[in-house]
């Protein structure tokens, strides 16, 4: 059996949103079967990284959890001054921006009632629920930083980005994860109205950065054990895919690209071949999510001397290219990257 498909086969991640379900809803989950063991066909049968024609559809394929909460439950958790779950009327101001390649990006701004919403359902819906370890874009404790700390010191670095992400991630699967974690019919889908915008995530609400990693947690799980199987090791920056291994090996780098190509369409998306595939090397300078890694996490060194210049300028009242506030932000991200990450991978505190 060739790599690709003994990788493959192995792969069929634990189900992580165990936990938060009652155990009936487990039992339900599993096919009956008490404390949620299942068969060894039927996990293959659920792997993310079996080819189908459709999407994963998250909450659907895995089983839904037992509906415990109702209209009534989102009106308790969200209802507050100026917001009403129930009534509000989602709307969006759309407008491009240009990004630093040039090409143009659509934003969907929410209206202010439809943020107020999005807000509290941030806070009191989705919060408490884990992403997985591999996601550090817009979590609690992760950052940028600790997203380039895992591939410190590698033989060889990997990087894929996933086209349209935020669009790519269907309502059809936020309705899916809605309903596994206990919402009835009415009120997943009345979370899903107030979520997405045009069948995907809106790029410019407050909920979607935290929907994309909740409702992709089997991907992640899907991808890490895919590194982890290999000696690799794996994260994920919003739609920035990181592969890294400590040694230089074609065959196997060639199967992970090959099986992430894969579960990513299993899922409903697919690589951004123009913005990859990165392949850095040890003799070559190394970035993770624009921080250098080669030793140790830093900041490029050509940045570093363009900030000294500007610091430069300002002081002695020439032109500079940023302004004093923009250049304390820079400051204060630099020195985010020098103080580094904790031993538990979370961000260090200034101190």
């Known amino acids: 059996m060739g790599l690709f498909r ?34 060894a066909a039927g996990a293959a049968r659920r792997s993310p990284l079996r080819r189908s024609r ?14 415990r909460f109702g ?70 404790g992760r950052s940028v930083v600790t997203n380039a700390s895992v591939h410190v010191d590698s033989a060889v670095i990997v990087k894929m980005d996933i086209r349209n992400f935020f669009g790519a991630t269907r309502a059809e699967r936020v309705l899916g994860f809605y309903r596994r974690f206990g919402w009835d019919e009415a009120s997943a889908a009345r979370l899903t109205e107030l979520t997405t915008l045009r069948g995907g995530l809106p790029q410019g609400a407050p909920t979607s950065p935290r929907l994309a990693n ?13 590194a982890d199987s290999v000696g690799a090791r794996y994260t994920r920056y919003a ?4 592969f890294s291994m400590d040694e230089d090996d074609a065959s196997i780098l060639n199967s992970i690209i090959g099986i992430t190509r894969d579960a990513l369409i299993d899922f409903g998306y697919e690589i951004h071949w123009r913005k990859t595939l990165h392949l850095r090397r040890t ?32 002081r002695t009242g020439r032109a500079a290219t940023l302004t004093p506030t ?4 820079w400051r204060a991200y630099e020195a985010m990257i020098d103080r580094g990450v904790n031993d538990d991978g979370t961000i260090a505190d200034e101190g």
């Open 283 to 314: 003799h070559q300078r190394q970035t993770v999510t624009g921080i250098v890694v080669n030793d140790g996490v830093s900041l490029a060194r050509d940045t570093r001397h363009w900030l000294r210049a500007v610091e430069h300028h300002l």
């Open 71 to 140: 209209l009534d439950e989102l009106a308790r958790r969200c209802a507050g001054p100026g917001i009403d779950p129930l009534t509000v009327e989602p709307g969006y101001r759309t407008f491009t921006i240009t990004k630093r390649n040039g090409r143009p990006r659509r934003i969907d701004a929410p209206d202010e009632s439809t943020a107020r919403v999005q807000r509290a359902i941030l806070r009191r819906v989705l919060g408490g629920i884990p992403s997985h370890g591999a996601a550090h874009g817009f979590e609690r």
């Open 326 to 329: 923009q250049l304390a932000g």
């Open 54 to 67: 459709a999407p994963h559809r998250d909450g659907r394929d895995a089983g839904i959890g037992a509906a």
């Open 6 to 39: 003994w990788l493959k086969k192995k792969l069929a991640p634990p189900d992580p949103f165990a936990a938060f379900e009652s155990p009936a809803a487990r039992s339900n989950a599993a096919g009956g079967v008490p404390g949620g063991v299942e068969d």
């Open 239 to 242: 739609d920035d895919m990181t």
């Open 214 to 226: 909740l409702v992709n947690y089997r991907l992640d799980a899907s991808l890490h054990a895919l």
